[in-house]
């Protein structure tokens, strides 16, 4: 489920990082004295083993296939939700940095995705809820399954949101959401399995490292809904924002790829698009929302104004063509010719 | 079992390389994490259907390998491993994206335009976040973060975390060891650990996992922690470092404003 | 406290499950005495070394490190006079390269990088590993592990050593190279083991502890030679004075 950076628009990755940061912030501060002391190590450590549990495959009764443990959900319920969300949030720093998993623009959207939700919401709704009457290995058992599937379903939604908003890859709203939230359905069953399992488990052979975390941790449940509530208006307000920067970029309305000088035109099924060529969009951090005509001052500026949309010029696009293979080229160039020099510097010394 | 081999294998190879002295790991960690940072937030401003213009950005993936002296095999087969879901997205497209471009007569999908501009932009932003690794490692960019005031808190759990992956998978694998030499014989439906054992494998991993955690707080207690972790002032940037940054600022703005291939294709077909 | 550096009286330590790991300890330690603390597993050793730690505190009696007594107040203070070489250096060397690792303590106390540094150095010279100081500790040997773990400590500079089982999982080679490094150090050291060969190497004091009591207490040469009593608290004698194996010939007393 990591989000990549090369399908989100910087836009929503500086939103999903301020709003991770905020949380990142707000947690290290819940955490305090406790955390400073006792609790870095036990991060720490504990970060690493949810790193290596990922790696061991459970095979899945009756089905042939093999499932993994995830990160958020336990480590909430052995840490306490600060504590386990500020782990998730280097574990996905580290697989970014390391694995390729995810990228660094959306290491935001990440976060969001796979620690708060868990953390914070399906964590403090609905685990804490059960476990509130006391343990039992059926509480335990429904709290896993119910923490990992809600928790998993509001994370792949919020996948399908981002990449929306972001306008870098054509999916309809509808096949994505169809196509994202059953998979994960699938998956948060088979994490609820294993999680609980292994919750159980911990919980029979020393009760008192899962008791402790549910109900030490003095946080106010006033707090945790402000923090929520808080969160939810910040994400209702941006995605309003990105939503009606979406709307108002007409479909099909986009940056030529051949765009030469503002020159070129694209023809789109039997329809007269039209490309902007001011140097005032290029240089706009939203390039695929911003500073846009509206659909309809465009189309009337193509349909009335024909001399200020000139008409197909092939000599352009192929010199587009070209100039994109020289770039290439220089570029293997470039790294062809330094590799050599100091190939040539080491033999000299030698 | 091959994951973590693979794994603890990608952990040493970023190591090693960030451990090589040539002119860009000499280059303030900041500089180059701001410079990286710069880099993803270009690459990823071009709008789907964009890849003649953004072609220019692959200079600076190419400089860092050959400057940094980093062998390509490793960081390109670690971006493989993070092509199918960009892919599997990209190829979506052509599916839904109905549009046509004409290219001096030949009419392309819009759909296989916006796929390949995505996988393109993919690539370079992958290979950016790892090559910061490759030239900077760890610890260093841990000192950055420092540098640019993230908490001490965060930062010293993040480098407990990259500290015992290493130490927690060679544990995990053994375990596993242990657990195939027994149990592969049984027939079961699929490879990987049994539901009976679901709970106690990894559960009693994890109880070690708390004891060792135990342990190294006590070491750190006896070291006299208390709380605060300081690191080791990092000197500030040199005329350098801030040069490296500004060189590739400056050229990413460029990138992004000038289409740099279409005026290169119109200097040559103009002169021909 | 006279020639006294440390001393226990009367310690008695019992787990939160009711089992009592340390009944009635006391004893003494001189400035620049080596002690062997052995007994077989269970025999209350680490949980003795962690009470001298302060990593746990005794249900009763006491212990004093130099002129201060251990309790949670003192703790930071009796860390700079005592340091302590932990089993698994895996546990001890918890930063990113050997360098930090070894910084580390001595950043805690807030001095200087330049004195920083000449504590670093100063210490991985001693263990001979100043070659390694850029790597991470996964790419150490076991012998250079074990090595950084003890400049870990030595760059605090303190004044007594404690080591459990330093020897541990070394092959013998590496072994043999941490005992003649311990024989370097002039530190007092308290060091528990259940490789008796490098205890008559290295210490000249033993104190055997059986079932959470001292046993015996004495000359490490006597007591090594003691069959009877190492028998009896579950322990062997040093390979060095049993009998040759292929010749049956018996070997020289040590005393001798």
């Given at each position: 489920m990591h989000m990549a950076d090369t399908l989100i628009s910087p836009a929503v990755g500086g939103i999903m990082w301020a709003a991770s940061v905020g949380a990142i912030a707000y947690s290290i501060k819940k955490t305090g004295d406790d955390l400073e002391q006792k609790k870095i190590p036990i991060m720490g450590v504990m970060g690493a083993f949810v790193f290596a549990a990922q790696m061991i495959n459970f095979s899945i009764p009756m089905t042939g296939s093999s499932g993994h443990i995830g990160g958020g959900m336990l480590l909430s319920i052995l840490l306490g939700p600060y504590a386990g969300f500020l782990t998730m949030a280097s574990i996905l720093a580290i697989q970014a940095l390391f694995f390729a998993d995810g990228g660094l623009l959306a290491f935001g959207c990440n976060v969001f995705n796979m620690g708060f939700y868990t953390c914070f919401v399906a964590y403090q709704l609905i685990y804490r809820r059960i476990i509130h009457r006391g343990f039992s290995a059926g509480r335990i058992f429904t709290a896993s399954m119910l923490t990992a599937v809600i928790g998993l379903q509001l994370g792949s939604f919020s996948v399908v949101l981002q990449t929306l908003f972001s306008g870098k890859t054509e999916l309809p709203f509808a096949a994505f959401t169809l196509m994202m939230q059953p998979i994960h359905l699938a998956i948060g069953i088979v994490e609820g399995l294993i999680t609980s399992a292994v919750v159980v488990f911990i919980w029979k052979a020393r009760p008192e490292i899962v008791e402790r975390s549910a109900q030490g941790e003095p946080i106010g449940n006033v707090s945790v809904k402000r923090v929520v509530a808080a969160l939810a208006a910040a994400v209702v307000i941006t995605g309003g924002m990105l939503s009606w920067f979406a709307s108002s970029y007409p479909d099909g309305l986009e940056w030529s790829v051949f765009n030469t000088n503002g020159n070129s035109e694209i023809e789109s099924s039997g329809e007269v698009h039209t490309t902007m060529s001011d140097i005032q969009s290029k240089t706009?951090?939203?390039?695929?929302?911003?500073f846009k005509v509206p659909e309809e001052e465009a189309q009337q500026g193509a349909e009335g104004g024909g001399e200020r949309w000139p008409s197909v010029n092939a000599g352009t696009s192929v010199s587009g063509l070209v100039g994109g293979v020289m770039t290439l080229a220089l570029a293997a160039l470039s790294g062809l010719a330094i590799a050599l020099i100091k190939r040539g510097k080491k033999a000299g010394a030698a | 079992m091959t994951n973590i081999t693979n794994s603890l294998y990608t952990i040493r190879f970023f190591d090693m390389a960030a451990r090589k002295g040539t002119f860009i790991h000499r280059i303030h960690p900041v500089a180059k994490l701001l410079a990286a940072i710069t880099y993803i937030l270009v690459a990823s401003s071009f709008g789907k259907y964009d890849i003649i213009p953004l072609l220019p950005l692959v200079f600076y993936p190419v400089v860092l390998l050959a400057v940094g002296d980093i062998p390509v095999m490793p960081v390109a087969k670690r971006m493989l491993l993070a092509g199918p879901f960009i892919a599997g997205m990209g190829i979506l497209n052509p599916l839904f994206d109905h549009g046509v471009f004409y290219v001096g007569g030949v009419s392309i999908g819009a759909g296989w335009i916006a796929c390949m501009s995505l996988i393109i932009k993919g690539a370079l932003t992958v290979m950016s976040a790892l090559l910061l690794i490759a030239i900077t490692g760890m610890d260093k960019t841990a000192q950055a973060l420092r540098m640019l005031k993230v908490p001490r808190a965060f930062v010293l759990q993040l480098l407990l975390t990259y500290r015992y992956i290493s130490v927690l998978m060679e544990e995990t694998a053994r375990v596993l060891t242990a657990y195939n030499l027994r149990a592969s014989a049984r027939k079961g439906s699929g490879k990987g650990v049994k539901k009976n054992a679901w709970g106690s494998l990894a559960g009693q991993l994890l109880l070690r996992t708390l004891g060792r955690a135990e342990r190294v707080h006590g070491a750190m207690l006896m070291r006299g922690f208390n709380g605060e972790y300081n690191t080791g002032e990092l000197a500030p940037m040199n005329i350098k470092d801030i040069a490296y940054l500004a060189i590739w600022v400056l050229f990413f703005a460029a990138v992004r404003i000038y289409n740099i291939p279409a005026l290169i294709g119109l200097l040559i077909t103009g002169v021909l | 406290m006279s020639d006294y550096i440390t001393s226990v009286k009367n310690l008695v330590y019992t787990y939160p499950d009711g089992h009592t790991a340390v009944r009635d300890i006391s004893f003494e330690i001189k400035r620049g005495e080596s002690i062997g603390i052995i007994g077989a597993n269970g025999a209350g050793k680490s949980t003795l070394l962690m009470l001298i730690m302060g990593l746990l505190m005794p249900q009763s009696g006491e212990i004093w490190v130099e002129e201060l007594k251990v309790t949670p107040k003192s703790l930071t203070a009796v860390r700079q006079r005592i340091g302590m070489v932990l089993q698994d250096p895996d546990d001890q060397l918890f930063m990113a390269n050997v360098y930090d690792d070894v910084a580390f303590g001595p950043r805690n106390y807030k001095l200087d990088e330049a004195e920083v540094n000449e504590r670093v150095t100063k210490a991985l010279q001693t263990v001979g590993i100043l070659y390694l100081k850029d790597r991470p500790p996964f790419r150490l040997s076991g012998g250079e592990k074990r090595a950084a773990a003890i400049a870990s400590v030595l760059s605090m500079q303190p004044g007594i050593l404690v080591m459990d089982e330093p020897t541990s999982s070394l092959d013998p080679k590496a072994r043999r190279r941490l005992i003649s490094m311990l024989k370097e150090l002039s530190q007092t050291k308290i060091i528990t083991s259940h490789d008796m060969d490098m205890v008559m190497e290295v210490c000249d004091r033993a104190i055997v502890l059986k079932e959470g009591r001292i046993a015996a207490d004495g000359l490490a040469r006597d007591i090594l030679a003691d069959c009877r009593l190492l028998e009896e608290c579950g322990l062997e004698s040093p390979l060095s004075l049993q009998n040759c194996p292929l010749c049956g010939s018996k070997k020289q007393d040590p005393g001798h």
């Open positions: 706009a951090f939203l390039p695929d929302y911003g | - | -």
